[in-house]
């Protein structure tokens, strides 16, 4: 029998951050003293109230059980009441909601449950490389809208307008941004949301990123636009507010139809989102919901410190963004970031990520996460990084 798997499938990129951080891994054997500025995690532990909750729920029967397919009634109705509160976001915990396998799963799910094969979907460029993933596994086409490096890679209605066709079915926007960590105004996603809707077209946002703000800056949730239940779905995460990528837990809200649809899917993929890490969250959100602002000031001066260094880099450049915790650089002559962040680990030991991971608008860049180093560690890093430039380019 010959196996056959189908293009959707074959024509997926593997995410290459596996690559580069088993030869990171490669050289800690060997000695070297790596540091890494590549995959976006904070540097943190979870909230107390989380790790309590766990460990309590160990010993509840009800955790090693299922939970409703949309999650624990209390937590969706804890995080409702959180949302409304802080993000002026109006949703009705029993319809509007299912508590996810992180952000990445409760995006799959929105696709899945939207789009037909062939759909079209506008990915403002640089993108969530996992993104763009997901729009193909589900048999759709991704359509790269590329933003301008000048503007901090700002998103714009105009900057979609090119992009959009009759066969446009959706628009994913991630503020704050990965990779680039710019923050959409208020303004510009209103106009964006409202512009999309009046054509039938949905809007997937993304706010992974959404405590992760600084000086100015202000996260707004597309979710309370007065009309989102038209045609807008929000993605959120857990994992980066309260440290835990590792415990699997995010949520997705949507209108009521796309709500009972989707958990058809849900049932199909996962049946539920882990309840250990369910019970987890929701002692972080009924207790510690601003936890990861305690870390704000930190993240800052490091953010300071990344764009002062990078001043004395001559082959670097960044127009500092608001959000996150990275700085996408563009590298003056690169033509191939991937071989050049390779260079850089192999050289100087310091794990970088090409931007090209993100799209051809990233070609020539490089994402530095600053969210789990320290400045000292920061400082060594940029040593090695000024070293490696003056004497490659």
């Known amino acids: 029998m010959t196996i056959e798997i189908p293009r959707r499938v074959t024509g997926l990129v593997a995410p290459q951050f596996d690559i580069i951080n088993a030869r990171a891994a490669a050289w800690r054997e060997r000695g070297a003293d790596v540091i890494s500025l590549g995959?976006?995690?904070?540097?943190?532990a979870p909230p107390a109230a989380a790790l309590e909750a766990a460990a309590k729920a160990l010993a509840q029967g009800d955790t090693h059980i299922y939970s409703a397919d949309a999650g624990l009634p209390e937590l969706r109705l804890t995080l409702c009441r959180r949302l409304a509160s802080q993000l002026q976001v109006?949703?009705?915990?029993?319809r509007e909601m299912i508590i996810t396998a992180g952000a990445n799963q409760a995006l799959l799910l929105a696709l899945l449950t939207l789009l037909e094969p062939g759909d079209e979907v506008v990915l403002p460029s640089p993108y969530?490389?996992?993104h763009e993933m997901a729009v193909r596994a589900v048999g759709a086409v991704p359509v790269e809208a590329p933003l301008a490096e000048h503007t901090g890679f700002a998103l714009h209605l105009a900057d979609l307008e090119p992009f959009l066709t009759s066969r446009t079915r959706a628009v994913i926007v991630v503020s704050p941004n990965n990779p680039t960590g710019a923050v959409y105004s208020r303004g510009e996603l209103e106009k964006i949301g409202?512009?999309?809707l009046g054509r039938g077209i949905y809007v997937l946002g993304d706010e992974t990123?959404?405590?992760?703000?600084?000086?100015?800056?202000?996260?707004?949730?597309l979710a309370s636009l007065p009309e989102w239940r038209d045609g807008i779905l929000v993605c959120g995460s857990f994992s980066k507010s309260f440290a835990m990528t590792g415990w699997r837990a995010g949520y997705l809200i949507a209108p009521p139809e796309v709500i009972t649809e989707a958990l058809k899917i849900q049932d199909a993929m996962i049946i539920c989102a882990p309840v250990i890490a369910q019970k987890a969250v929701l002692a972080a959100v009924a207790a510690e919901w601003d936890y990861p602002l305690q870390f704000i000031s930190e993240l800052n001066a490091r953010r300071r410190y990344v764009c002062d260094r990078l001043k004395e880099i001559p082959s670097l450049s960044w127009h500092?963004?608001?959000?996150?915790?990275?700085a996408f650089a563009r590298v003056a002559g690169c033509e191939d970031a991937e071989r050049l962040a390779m260079d850089v680990l192999d050289r100087v030991h310091v794990v970088t990520i090409p931007g090209n991971f993100f799209g051809r608008s990233g070609q020539g860049f490089l994402r530095l996460s600053y969210g789990s180093v320290d400045i000292p560690s920061l400082g060594k890093a940029f040593d090695r990084?000024?070293?490696f430039f003056s004497q490659a380019l």
């Open 39 to 44: 995959q976006a995690v904070p540097g943190f």
């Open 90 to 94: 109006a949703v009705e915990p029993e």
């Open 128 to 130: 969530f490389m996992n």
């Open 194 to 196: 409202r512009a999309m």
């Open 209 to 221: 990123y959404m405590h992760f703000v600084y000086e100015a800056a202000r996260h707004y949730s």
């Open 320 to 326: 500092p963004t608001e959000g996150g915790f990275f």
């Open 385 to 387: 990084l000024q070293r």
